[in-house]
Nanobody, 123 residues
């Protein structure tokens, strides 16, 4: 099982970025993929997730209406479209999977973490 997050970068407040999470070693059809983030000096927190079975999605209150999660099963990749970015969105973003198809995916049940990608939002 491997997860590779990419797409981070430096953007001004109000801008957009799209993160990608390329999965290998398993099919997205059977697992929820979650996006998490960790800001400097803060604990890692859940941002969003998408179910493997029916594509249901969930979001943290802090990103609702601004972030959109989606998946391309043919590419075995999950995306996180981030719009109207704020400085408080600055963090390292990780994608992750549980050992089973937990939905939502709580952080304490994550079994596999991808390497993070840094998002920096300047004011």
């Amino acid at each position: 099982v491997q997860l590779q997050a990419s797409g981070g970068g430096l953007v001004q407040a109000g801008g957009s970025l799209r993160l990608s999470c390329a999965a290998s070693g398993f099919s997205l059809d059977y697992y929820t993929i979650g996006w998490f983030r960790q800001a400097p000096g803060k604990e890692r927190e859940g941002v969003s997730g998408i179910s493997g079975t029916d594509g249901s999605t969930y979001y943290a209150d802090s990103v609702k209406g601004r972030f959109t999660i989606s998946r391309d099963n043919a590419k075995n990749t999950v995306y996180l479209q981030m719009n109207s970015l704020k400085p408080e969105d600055t963090a390292v973003y990780y994608c992750a999977r549980g050992p089973l198809n937990y939905y939502p995916l709580p952080i304490d049940l994550v079994a596999y973490w991808g390497k993070g990608t840094l998002v920096t939002v300047s004011s």
